[in-house]
């Protein structure tokens, strides 16, 4: 089933810990994440944008591929660029670098979207999950304002939005083992998770 909300990967990141490598054609289990990533997102959105500073290392990928509005290099601005190109009035946005997306858990997000809610932020035990969450059009004024004041931290935004809070024992139901938020940060990492089933 197709929801009404597009699906946005935000692909703009420094790579710093990587090596300057871009981690969403890093392979795990002999897959590149941004396949894996798009494999969910297939099923799920009409509309799929990659945000990226790099367009001509994804036009492979059929779909929208746009690049950041601001200069400053921050998953805010990505996520302001994402939301601002999308044809929607939600959108589902993940990183690059999370190999484990469950189509079940973004499907139980999007089910919680409700016009009086700006974000469908999913909060484990350890943290809030910003980069794994449904984002309204209504946020992108908010995260303008906070970009202009170059003010780059994504949760000095979410204060000022309506937020939909979903609890971990929820997030456990269609994700168990929670493996939609890990990310793969470091070679140590990669190597750990490709060698580990």
Not at 8 to 33: D, H, Q, Y
Not at 55 to 77: G, H
Not at 92 to 121: G, H, Q, R, S
Request: proline share 6%; charged share 20%.
């Amino acid at each position: 089933m197709k929801f009404p909300c597009s699906g946005i990967i935000l692909a703009g990141g420094l790579n710093s810990r990587f090596s300057g490598k871009n981690k969403a054609f890093v392979e795990v289990k002999g897959k590149k994440i941004i396949d894996s990533i798009c494999d969910v997102f297939k099923d799920l959105f009409t509309e799929i944008i990659i945000v990226t500073n790099d367009p001509l290392k994804y036009v492979e990928w059929n779909f929208n591929i746009v690049t950041d509005l601001y200069p400053a290099r921050s998953s805010l601005t990505g996520l302001h660029t994402g939301l601002f190109f999308s044809s929607s009035p939600y959108s589902f946005i993940t990183a690059c670098d999370t190999p484990f997306l469950k189509k079940e858990l973004v499907e139980f997000l999007i089910t919680n979207i409700n016009p009086n809610i700006d974000v469908v932020l999913p909060e484990t035990l350890k943290t809030s999950q910003p980069l794994c969450a449904v984002y309204s059009k209504q946020c992108i004024k908010p995260m303008e304002n906070s970009i202009l004041k170059n003010n780059f931290k994504i949760q000095n935004v979410l204060k000022k939005l309506r937020l939909k809070k979903i609890s971990e024992n929820l997030l456990k139901k269609t994700d168990p083992d929670l493996s939609s938020f890990i990310n793969i940060n470091t070679p140590e990492e990669l190597s750990f998770y490709n060698n580990h089933e």
